[in-house]
DNA sequence: CGTGCCAGGTGCCCT
DNA sequence: AGGGCACTTGGCACG
């Protein structure tokens, strides 16, 4: 019979490995709380002293090393990474390799404190609103959000440089590209938004006017628009 | 005296809400692994139906929420957020606020599988190699790399729309303004790099060249680029 | 697969 | 506090 919870303080090295080896072959949820250093090779290379951190692995592959502070873990490989773990020299050592692009963490536990194995079941998955999805549903929705006779027509319309948000035409028949903006717009909102209307502007002689829709703009932001005829509309959502 | 770890198995809701109450305000991180509910209400909004998840709460104030799967969190708060842990309906609850912008995580624990808590010492932090800042650093170090007769000026160089990561001239003394990427440059890198040029080309009416430096270059960002009379300068570092 | 782009992005640094 | 931007960005959707 298979535990769903397996939790052990200070183990001896032998016996983390055991537990973790089951861990990772039962698909369970590893957790370790142990004094160790970290290091990384791939896309880049790092290198983490001795300390005190919390090491997730996950089932799909994924691999966490936490510190005390911060959000990020401060090592990590994604889902999809093959994990190890064995004894070398009387410490604990865990592995982590990704293929493609190749990248490897290297843990040596000196310490630990604590592992836990643990059987999560979860079949939820998380439902999220207020997403730029969701603004641009209210504009197609709700077009004179964004002036009077203003005529929604794709989203998601691919160009040579990119996909515009919401392509459609205003009151005088006019091609109008928009580029949508959850929070405030900066000046790589801009950008994009000057790729589609160059990219629409190439394939017609027609006129064609940019509108960047956000709750706010960044004052740099303003300018960089006005010096290329785009226009803002705010949008208050929520 | 005050252990360093303290780690308990299927505790008794009041337990729990003992245990991490001490962890919070001993600043120890705690761990909490069980099956819950979480509600998310600032910048956007999310419910995460009951499923089985691991909870980081860290001295700092972050908060993580984190599913079986992915390297990232289903939820979260940041540092500096407040963490509040108390019976509800015999159910244990952890809220967290975070203010400015405010945002509210509200986790409701109908079963506590396993709750933790850990003194961390940690006082190393990660040295990386391989950023950017080091591709700008070799640059510098040997400007043949770009072309011969290259001579970099400025890093970091403030303008209008926005920083040029070198500013420099060539050979015949043109304005050179590059924009350096560590991977793969899209269509977004492009438009950073016109941006710049744009912005020196509105200070002077003297020639000024762009180069892209990354190690490769996605097609379309090829095509943007010369649409633009801009250049690409392969670079592999590593 | 690569390409493009949103994300409750986060974190860092500078003004 | 706001701005600009890199990040081992991660994650997703689409061709």
């Known amino acids: 019979m298979s535990r769903h919870t397996i939790a052990l303080e200070s183990p001896t090295p032998e016996r983390a490995v055991e537990i973790l080896r089951k861990s990772i072959l039962g698909s369970r949820t590893s957790i370790i709380v142990g004094r160790c250093i970290v ?31 911060k959000r990020e873990p401060v090592n990590w490989n994604p889902p999809g990474s093959i994990h190890r773990v064995y004894l070398k020299e009387g410490k604990v050592i865990v592995e982590s390799i990704r293929r493609r692009p190749r990248e490897t963490i290297f843990i040596e536990l000196s310490e630990v404190y604590f592992v836990g194995s643990f059987k999560l079941i979860d079949e939820e998955c998380i439902m999220i609103t207020g997403t730029e999805k969701d603004v641009v549903d209210i504009i197609f929705r709700s077009p004179e959000v964004i002036e009077k006779g203003f005529k929604p027509l794709y989203r998601e319309m691919s160009t040579k440089y990119g996909k515009i948000d919401i392509f459609g035409v205003d009151e005088k028949g006019r091609a109008v590209v928009i580029e949508v903006k959850r929070r405030k717009a900066d000046l790589s909102s801009v950008s994009q938004l000057l790729r589609y209307v160059e990219s629409v502007r190439e394939s017609t002689n027609s006129p064609v006017r940019g509108i960047l829709v956000a709750p ?4 740099s932001a303003r300018l960089f628009l006005k010096s290329h005829n785009l226009e803002f509309r705010k949008v208050m959502f929520k």
């Open 39 to 69: 290091k990384y090779r791939g896309r880049a290379e790092s290198f983490l002293g001795e300390g005190d951190r919390v090491i997730i692995l996950k089932p799909d592959g994924s691999l966490l090393v936490h510190k005390a502070s």
């Open 216 to 219: 706010d703009c960044s004052a």
